[in-house]
């Protein structure tokens, strides 16, 4: 079945610097990508969608890429912040596009 | 204000006995869905629904069941809950399914049962 991966590690990193965070995905490539942002105690607030024919898109601060061949998606903030410190989640759709998947997330935490 | 909002926030319960945690959506979504978040499993789907009347099996449906009765409204009924139901709950909607679609997800129910 497919699956979503994302590093599991927490990733430290200082104030004004890029966070990249890595979502790799198995079997087929998914037509869409999300991404998502979840602070404690909260449920996840979307943040980008990237389709498969898009090698990448922005919001502000954010980029995304999609990279089919290496079955992978990155994300990155850039001029980091401490306020940007949550766990960041993608997911793909399934079955039709009626079911969505999820990665596990990668806790980012930016320090001053 | 849109929003999903979840009922109850919090809820501690005992084995068997029959709860029901509501959603309910403002925005005139048609897809809804209820996902668990576990430590180290992340968020995984439980039911979906694409419209009134229509609902479907996610990736965990044992255990759960749902109704759609009204666009608005999709609760969750763990009729007879066990402790391995343990977790936190999270309903979601967005206009149309989810392949292209940002989904909005309430803040979440903590269930747990003992």
């Known amino acids: 079945s497919q699956k979503i991966e994302q590093n599991s590690e927490a990733l430290n990193i200082q104030e004004g610097k890029t966070a990249t965070l890595t979502c790799n995905y198995t079997n087929y490539s998914p037509a869409y990508l999300q991404w998502y942002r979840q602070d404690p105690g909260r449920g996840p607030v979307f943040l980008l969608l990237?389709?498969?024919?898009?090698k990448e898109k922005r919001k502000e601060r954010l980029k995304v890429t999609f990279d089919t061949t290496l079955k992978q998606s990155l994300f990155h903030i850039t001029a980091s912040q401490p306020a940007d410190s949550a766990t960041y989640l993608c997911a793909r759709a399934a079955g039709g596009g009626n079911k969505l998947t999820f990665g596990t997330g990668t806790q980012l935490k930016v320090e001053l | 204000e849109a929003q999903v909002t979840q009922n109850p926030r919090y809820l501690i319960t005992v084995t068997g006995k029959k709860l029901t945690v509501t959603c309910s959506q403002n925005?005139?979504?048609?897809?809804m869905s209820w996902y668990r978040q576990d430590p180290g499993l992340g968020l995984r789907q439980i039911y979906y629904?694409?419209?009134?009347?229509?609902?479907d099996k996610g990736d965990v449906p044992e255990g759960y069941k749902v109704s759609r009765k009204e666009k608005r409204n999709f609760p969750l009924i763990l009729e007879s809950p066990s402790p391995n139901q343990t977790s936190l709950y999270f309903c979601?909607?967005?206009?149309?399914?989810?392949?292209?679609?940002?989904?909005?997800f309430g803040d979440g129910t903590r269930l747990s049962i003992l």
């Open positions: 925005m005139n979504h048609e897809y």
């Open positions: 979601a909607s967005s206009l149309l399914g989810v392949s292209n679609q940002p989904q909005h």
């Open positions: 990237i389709r498969e024919n898009e």
């Open positions: 629904s694409m419209n009134v009347e229509v609902t």
